[in-house]
């Protein structure tokens, strides 16, 4: 059967204008079709446009448009065949406070636009060893998805990203994504009665990818560092994609 997985590729904050035609080539010959999503600085996301992948922005605005110096609605986004947004990763509720209210007002206009969105979620290191991961993304994922309906709904996608896992070098065992990817599932299905797709994310590397692309109920990958190296994301996408 033909797998439908996706992997998304969050450039975060790295590149400068001049070394992006460098990283386009390397990955322009691939055959990427809708499952690969590359989201870069929203400052170079003109340069991504109309390549052999879709696009996504790696944060939208909780507000619709007008006097909010330094924001990007979800129209504008759109405007320029953006068709994913990230939401709620650990770095913005980290370093930007946001909550998860506030991360329900960006899905909120992101879903008007018919943006697809990935909601981020995840426990830190102390909540995993507090044994309190269930409640913690249960909290997340009820107060972020509230009050939408479930076509809008049809349109999130949640990555199941541990805080402990980013940039770490860690990763949770097959079993333990399973379980928890499983968990999300079911939450979605009885908070809001629809069907969700989960990816995992966390130090994933060309080197994991095999083995993490064996768990049978992963939706796809959100790759962090491994997508600014063109040669070592293009090997995750041959795996999960492309093979
Ligand atoms: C991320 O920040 O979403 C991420 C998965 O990062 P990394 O792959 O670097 O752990």
């Known amino acids: 059967m033909e797998s439908k997985k996706i992997v998304i590729g969050n450039l975060k904050m790295n590149f400068l204008a001049q070394e992006i035609t460098a990283y386009l080539k390397k990955l322009e010959k691939m055959d990427c079709g809708k499952r690969v999503i590359l989201c870069p600085s929203t400052i170079y996301l003109p340069y991504?446009?109309?390549?052999?992948?879709?696009?996504?922005?790696?944060?939208?605005?909780a507000f619709e448009s007008?006097?909010?110096?330094?924001?990007?609605?979800?129209?504008q986004a759109k405007s320029i065949r953006v068709h994913y947004c990230l939401v709620g990763h650990s770095e913005r509720r980290i370093h930007f406070q946001e909550t998860d209210e506030m991360i329900r007002e960006k899905i909120r206009q992101a879903l008007k636009e018919k943006l697809k969105v990935v909601l981020c979620v995840g426990e830190t290191e102390t909540e995993k060893d507090e044994l309190k991961t269930y409640k913690v993304l249960k909290k997340q994922?009820?107060?972020?998805?509230?009050?939408?309906?479930?076509?809008?709904?049809s349109d999130v996608i949640i990555a199941y990203e541990p805080v402990w896992a980013i940039g770490t070098g860690k990763v949770p065992s097959n079993t333990e994504i399973s379980y928890t990817i499983g968990f999300i599932k079911a939450i979605v299905k009885e908070l809001f009665d629809v069907e969700v797709a989960v990816l995992y994310g966390g130090s994933i590397t060309e080197k994991n990818i095999a083995q993490l692309n064996k768990i049978e109920n992963v939706d796809g990958f959100l790759v962090g560092s491994t997508s600014l190296n063109a040669d070592k994301f293009k090997k995750i996408i041959e795996v999960v994609v492309t093979q």
């Open 66 to 75: 007008g006097a909010y110096t330094g924001e990007v609605s979800a129209q």
């Open 48 to 61: 991504f446009v109309g390549k052999n992948f879709e696009l996504g922005i790696q944060n939208i605005s």
């Open 141 to 153: 994922i009820r107060t972020a998805l509230r009050s939408f309906s479930g076509k809008e709904l």
